[in-house]
């Protein structure tokens, strides 16, 4: 089943063959100049100030692009497309951001076509929990996988999912692969989409400085790193890895918890699927090692068609950068579609 | 997205290419013969036997498909190949039954091939709730639609899954849409599978005999139909639904549970595959008018990223006869592949 042929040896070709990656987040913005090899040649990041406006974004996206379409000039480079990775609902046909949760001022507008008329190259939008796996499928831990599920652990969880080798798109809805939107919990905690259990309100930077919240008034919690880190007003994802690693126990069981989640929602798609390969990404996956076992026993006790021994759950590899490859990809094959 | 084409206006050609499809269950063996536009134009049933083992299964499956052979001569037709519709895990390489928990004594028994041997004509095997589908695809409900999710409701709950108007099989790891074991309650009831909380534990004709029986041990239900049945060692999903047609409170109940559960998987598979198509079949599945309404506000409840008014969750056209024309649609695409 594992159809797809790995990249051939990268030629010269592939190398002059170059494309404009770019990841907006919240808060910051990256854009890269990458190769068709998916080799970052430069990378640039400034902030989004999306309190400023939509068009005060574009103008800061703009300013960026040019940027690197200058400096790949001065390689005697010329960038065909650019892809734009974008956290929320997107609208390929009108090019547009429907919603996102951490752009509120991007509603409805029309990023993509109007970035297209400032910088003159053709541009492509993808939500970019899909940018990231079409970076890991490129040039990451999931390159020559056919079948395989992506999930994003930041502030909430994304998904991807690609089959025979191809990103999957549903019936064209505007969202396929809402794993994070996958109830693991019926009646459990609500989550920002207005359910309640879903894999999110467990598997996320939000679930998890909630749980610490929750343990610190519900007692269960009361001195120790954690009421600390909450004293002083301090919780964060990050922080509570870092507890963890220090050896903080009601740390860790919050990561624990969060791979129990993992472990039913991949024990799912897995049988849903007859599929057995996953890649976890994004900032909160750096606590894998916290929550991975957990992961791995909830995966084995929810499944009874797979071997759990034959599914494969790892990291992505390309880190931070996932997202930026995945969007100059997409670039690469929409330009050439 | 909805691409694939109607069939073609029904020619003379298509009545003449005629198929054998075979349904086999624990109890019963259906077969017929079915012309190439979905039609069955005879049809026998008689008892498996399956006590008797394997091999005596095998003279009672030979000797059906020879009648219908016979008769199909008698009309001047041959049919090309036979379809076999098996409840259970199938190799197709070996043309065998893996395991099936209806026929135990098939366990690894190269039923395909030994039936070729003793026919003459191509044999091929599928899981009945593939079957099923591929006879709502092709002649039922789910003609002309692309992407849909198919849920037998029987004894257990059999599942399959078409994308891009194919019967997706996944990583071919012998099991795919096993949407019967995907979890809908972590540590919910026990599974026949060795899980607890699977959609079969609640959505079955064995989930709501169960609760049936926990109802009247545990005292909520002490008198009336349920407990006269029981009483009588009556308890059947069809007795059941009778109580549930008479008005019977306790029986109804059982119904609405099962509705809940299959509201919260199809919420799942919708969401994490961006579709809106499901179609419902299995002997259980008569129970629609008990069990569809908790189904559509379970699912409206559990699904964020979809409008639940765009959902459509229907019952199968094709009956009792759809694993039929299925098993003869396998035939029909596998000899001509």
Chains 1, 2 share one sequence.
């Not at 080798?165 to 989550?191: K, N, Q, T, Y």
């Not at 990561?255 to 024990?267: D, Q, R, S, T």
């Amino acid at each position: 089943m594992f159809t797809i042929p790995l990249p051939a040896a990268v030629d010269e070709n592939m190398r002059q063959n170059v494309f404009i990656g770019v990841d907006i987040g919240g808060t910051n913005l990256r854009a890269a100049l990458v190769d068709g090899s998916g080799t970052i040649l430069e990378s640039i990041r400034t902030q989004i100030r999306i309190d400023l406006g939509a068009r005060a974004a574009l103008d800061r996206l703009a300013a960026q692009c040019l940027i690197l379409i200058r400096s790949a000039r001065s390689r005697g480079l010329a960038p065909r497309a650019v892809g734009l990775g974008v956290a929320g609902k997107i609208d390929k046909l009108s090019h547009s951001v429907v919603f996102s949760p951490n752009l509120p001022a991007m509603r409805n507008y029309p990023l993509g076509s109007e970035l297209h008329t400032r910088i003159g190259i053709p541009v492509f939008m993808e939500n970019d929990a899909n940018c990231f796996g079409l970076g890991e499928s490129f040039a990451g831990a999931a390159r020559g996988i056919a079948n395989w599920v992506g999930i994003t652990l930041g502030t909430g969880a994304g998904g991807c999912l690609f089959l025979d080798g191809r990103l999957w798109e549903g019936d064209g809805l505007g969202f396929s692969a809402e794993i994070g939107h996958m109830i693991v919990l019926p009646g459990g905690p609500p989550c920002p989409c207005g359910c309640r259990g879903c894999l999110e309100a467990f598997a996320s930077a939000t679930a998890v400085v909630r749980g610490a919240r929750e343990c610190i008034e519900q007692g269960i919690v009361r001195e120790g790193p954690l009421a600390d880190l909450a004293r002083n007003g301090q919780l964060s994802a990050e922080a509570i890895h870092a507890c963890a690693r220090r050896g903080d126990a009601a740390s860790v069981s919050l990561f624990e918890k969060m791979g129990w989640a993992l472990g039913i929602a991949l024990a799912n798609v897995f049988s849903i699927l007859g599929i057995r390969h996953a890649v976890l990404g994004g900032g909160v996956s750096a606590a894998w090692d916290f929550f991975s076992g957990s992961l791995h026993s909830s995966l084995s006790g929810n499944v009874s068609m797979l071997d759990p021994d034959l599914a494969v759950v790892t990291r992505g590899i390309l880190g931070d950068n996932a997202a930026l490859v995945g969007a100059a990809r997409l670039a690469s094959i929409m330009v050439d579609s």
